[in-house]
């Protein structure tokens, strides 16, 4: 199961559109709400419905696990319920993915260490023992990051690839004139 964690202020391009190529792509994702009202309103206003709340998120269950960026990001980087999961995911070796300045989440607790990544432009001090790239998606290991909104059907795509195969993501990509 991929969860896409929410917290208000997300960008809602970098969370809606990678969720929207998964699920085209049969990937089963659910997108969560880290408060415990379940509406959580985008960086542009646009309010969206989580399929959960946070604490409805089985640990074991997580094949992936992604943050979006945009302000809301300083609020999953404030949850300790966020952290939790960071954690049993790189313990449990399941995907992490983040995009924007989510990125700097995973840098700040040193999991980029010694990896690729890349983040939105100004983030990357957060990126602590990173090698930082300029590409928009960049996949190391268990981690892929992207660079912003613009990168977000790229990351979605780079996701399916990686959950699914490379014909699935092109077929997809040419299905949606990408």
Known sequence: MVYILLADGFEEIEALTPADIMRRAGIEVSTVSIKK????????????????????????NVTLLMLPG????ELLDASNEVHYLINEAVTRASYI???????????KKMILEGKKATCFPGFEKYLYG????????????KIITGKGAGAAAEFGFTIVEIL???????????????
Request: hydrophobic share 40%; with cysteine.
């Open 37 to 60: 009202d379940m509406v959580v309103t985008g960086a542009h206003g646009i309010p969206v419905t989580a399929d959960m709340s946070i604490h409805e998120v089985m640990p074991g």
């Open 97 to 107: 993915a983040a995009i924007c300045a989510a990125p700097s989440i995973l840098g």
């Open 164 to 178: 699914k195969d490379k014909k699935t993501a092109d077929t997809l990509r040419e299905q949606m004139q990408y």
């Open 70 to 73: 945009g302000a809301g990001h």
């Open 130 to 141: 990173a090698e930082i790239k300029e590409d928009k998606v960049v996949v190391d290991g």
